[in-house]
């Protein structure tokens, strides 16, 4: 066998084995898990669905127990709030800040929102509201208008807030 007969089955053979390569990967790419079922897929919230957490949240607001609130929030979550200048990065510094937030009876109201469902246990709702205190002293109501990011995960079948931001509208 010639120098060039054997570079030429050389060649011949890495194709073949390209091409081979190619194809099984091709077939096991479309084949995907055998084993997954209907019943077994997680499907990706509404917008709804997304929507109502934020429900969820104004509705612990209400009740004035800075826990409830705090509840809202994964053990991990990362809270940038409206009224602080304080990041709150664990559970008892998101249960203080709510704690000298409640006595202003806040009352939230969105005013533009815009979802975006990332897969089936995550989530993002952004864009402005209305937080509506009242002064525990005078009783008198003021209206702060506010931007807000709230990133939401899918944790042991509950979702929570991993990630809140609000700030008072730099225009505003």
């Known amino acids: 066998m010639?120098?060039?007969?054997?570079?030429?089955?050389?060649?011949?053979?890495?194709?073949?084995?390209?091409?081979?390569?190619?194809?099984?990967?091709?077939v096991a790419a479309t084949a995907g898990p055998q084993h997954e079922t209907k019943s077994t897929k997680s499907t990706k919230p509404s917008k709804k669905q997304i929507a109502a957490l934020f429900d969820g949240w104004n509705a612990a607001l209400q009740t004035g127990d800075p826990k409830k609130v705090a509840n809202r929030y994964a053990p991990d979550a990362v809270l940038l709030p409206t009224v602080s200048n304080e990041i709150r990065t664990d559970r008892a510094e998101i249960v203080d800040y709510?704690?000298?937030?409640l006595p202003n009876k806040p009352v939230a109201k969105k005013v533009e929102t815009h979802i975006?469902?990332?897969?089936?246990?995550?989530?993002?709702?952004?864009?402005?509201?209305?937080?509506?205190?009242?002064?525990?002293?005078?009783?008198?109501?003021?209206?702060?208008?506010?931007?807000?990011?709230y990133e939401y995960e899918k944790r042991g079948g509950k979702w929570l807030i991993v990630n809140h931001h609000s700030s008072v509208m730099p225009e505003g």
Do not use: C, M, W
Not at 98 to 101: A, D, K, L, N, Q
């Open 2 to 26: 010639t120098r060039r007969s054997i570079s030429k089955r050389a060649a011949v053979v890495t194709v073949t084995t390209v091409l081979a390569l190619g194809t099984l990967g091709t």
């Open 98 to 101: 709510f704690e000298h937030f």
């Open 116 to 149: 975006n469902v990332l897969d089936s246990d995550s989530a993002i709702d952004a864009g402005a509201y209305d937080i509506t205190l009242t002064d525990p002293k005078t009783g008198k109501k003021r209206v702060v208008e506010a931007r807000y990011t």
